[in-house]
């Protein structure tokens, strides 16, 4: 059923037209009850009256909030989604706005002026939507000014509300994060890509490779300032797996990006060089480098250099080479940079 007065938040990837998350915003006055009511009506009758009582001064409710599994701990729901909602609420002319949520949600909600609302249920809360689950109402009377708070995120909402572009940084922070899961999502794909299916020999264009991996990386926040230079070298047709190459590179300029050196100007240098007999693919950076004790780590799975690590793109790279009957070297001084140098049999 149609509802003019339920509204519609998301969380859209605009590139994929993906969904991340949602949310819903229904006003008291629509074609429908707000759903607190039939949610717990059974258990307090009076869920009609109190909700009623506050539809002179316009209250509504939030529900509804969602977030897809591949986002799930990155704030989508709890944090953007429901700040983002608030902030259109006064858009709206409700002055103030019920939800029901768990006791976590609830938690959260208290950082956006939300209480918990005592006069329904047993102290505010009800078991829903079954008899093990805990669920609390909760409720802002003061949308426009939300004195009750917490000071940084009612500015956070203040700066929303008064200039919509300051949206933008939110929603910059929602692409990253998602940007990040899916390197990660790739990652775990890719290594079990690589364990489970057969090599598929084709004759390889090195130049036009090359070319095509480091323009998939123009997308990266971090790349916008790095200088990349390429130079390929391909003597004789070279034969290998194509879609092996390409995790190898895929992996090793992702590195060279992300572990930069912003007091530099950050350049990443990759080289080709092929004959009949071989393949040398050579991956130079001013990054960070990487000291001597986590060298012999750095190709282990899941190891952690940083904070920033999958910790799995370059055990990737070593279980690819093994496949391609490879070798590879790796020359790093922590505060300079570091060169890869890999070289994997022509399979013609």
Same mark, same amino acid.
């Given at each position: 059923?149609?509802?003019?007065?339920?509204?519609?938040?998301?969380?859209?990837?605009?590139?994929?037209?993906?969904?991340?998350?949602?949310?819903?915003?229904?006003?008291?006055?629509?074609?429908?009850?707000?759903?607190?009511?039939?949610?717990?009506?059974?258990?307090?009758?009076?869920?009609?009256?109190?909700?009623?009582?506050?539809?002179?001064?316009?209250?509504?409710?939030?529900?509804?909030?969602?977030?897809?599994?591949?986002?799930?701990?990155?704030?989508?729901?709890?944090?953007?989604?429901?700040?983002?909602?608030?902030?259109?609420?006064?858009?709206?002319?409700?002055?103030?706005?019920?939800?029901?949520?768990?006791?976590?949600?609830?938690?959260?909600?208290?950082?956006?002026?939300?209480?918990?609302?005592?006069?329904?249920?047993?102290?505010?809360?009800?078991?829903?939507?079954?008899? %093990?689950?805990?669920?609390?109402?909760?409720?802002? %009377?003061?949308?426009?000014?939300?004195?009750?708070?917490?000071?940084?995120?009612?500015? &956070?909402?203040?700066?929303?509300?008064?200039?919509?572009?300051?949206?933008?940084?939110?929603?910059?922070?929602?692409?990253?994060?998602?940007?990040?899961?899916?390197?990660?999502?790739?990652?775990?794909?890719?290594?079990?890509?690589?364990?489970?299916?057969?090599?598929?020999?084709?004759?390889?264009?090195?130049?036009?490779?090359?070319?095509?991996?480091?323009?998939?990386?123009?997308?990266?926040?971090?790349?916008?300032?790095?200088?990349?230079?390429?130079?390929?070298?391909?003597?004789?047709?070279?034969?290998?797996? &194509?879609?092996?190459?390409?995790?190898?590179?895929?992996?090793?300029?992702?590195?060279?990006?992300?572990?930069?050196?912003?007091?530099?100007?950050?350049?990443?240098?990759?080289?080709?060089?092929? %004959?009949?007999?071989?393949?040398?693919?050579?991956?130079?950076?001013?990054?960070?480098?990487?000291?001597?004790?986590r060298k012999d780590k750095i190709f282990d799975m899941?190891?952690?250099?940083?904070?920033q690590r999958s910790g799995i793109g370059i055990h990737?790279?070593?279980?690819?080479?093994?496949?391609?009957?490879?070798?590879?070297?790796?020359?790093?001084?922590?505060?300079?940079?570091?060169?890869?140098?890999?070289?994997?049999?022509?399979?013609?």
């Open positions: 059923m149609n509802n003019p007065a339920a509204f519609v938040i998301l969380c859209e990837d605009m590139e994929s037209d993906k969904v991340f998350g949602g949310a819903r915003i229904h006003a008291l006055g629509g074609n429908q009850q707000l759903p607190i009511i039939p949610a717990v009506e059974e258990m307090d009758p009076d869920v009609h009256e109190k909700v009623n009582s506050f539809a002179n001064e316009g209250t509504g409710e939030f529900f509804g909030l969602w977030n897809s599994m591949e986002v799930a701990g990155y704030g989508i729901g709890a944090i953007y989604l429901l700040r983002s909602s608030i902030s259109i609420i006064n858009q709206l002319n409700l002055k103030t706005m019920f939800a029901l949520c768990s006791p976590f949600t609830a938690r959260i909600a208290s950082r956006y002026g939300f209480n918990v609302f005592k006069q329904l249920g047993k102290e505010g809360t009800f078991y829903y939507p079954k008899l %093990d689950l805990l669920a609390t109402v909760v409720f802002v %009377d003061d949308t426009d000014q939300l004195n009750g708070a917490d000071p940084e995120e009612k500015a &956070r909402i203040d700066s929303l509300r008064e200039e919509p572009k300051e949206s933008a940084k939110y929603l910059d922070l929602i692409e990253k994060s998602v940007k990040k899961l899916n390197i990660f999502t790739k990652n775990i794909i890719s290594f079990h890509m690589n364990k489970r299916t057969g090599i598929s020999v084709s004759k390889i264009e090195l130049k036009s490779l090359l070319d095509s991996t480091i323009d998939d990386f123009k997308y990266f926040e971090k790349a916008r300032d790095v200088r990349f230079e390429s130079e390929v070298e391909q003597k004789d047709d070279y034969f290998s797996d &194509r879609s092996r190459l390409i995790m190898i590179l895929n992996n090793l300029i992702s590195n060279s990006i992300k572990y930069q050196d912003r007091s530099k100007e950050p350049f990443v240098k990759v080289k080709l060089y092929s %004959d009949s007999e071989m393949l040398r693919i050579e991956v130079l950076d001013n990054g960070i480098g990487i000291s001597d004790q899941y190891y952690r250099g940083t904070e990737i790279v070593m279980e690819v080479i093994r496949m391609l009957n490879g070798k590879i070297e790796v020359d790093s001084r922590e505060g300079e940079g570091t060169r890869f140098v890999i070289e994997l049999p022509n399979m013609a």
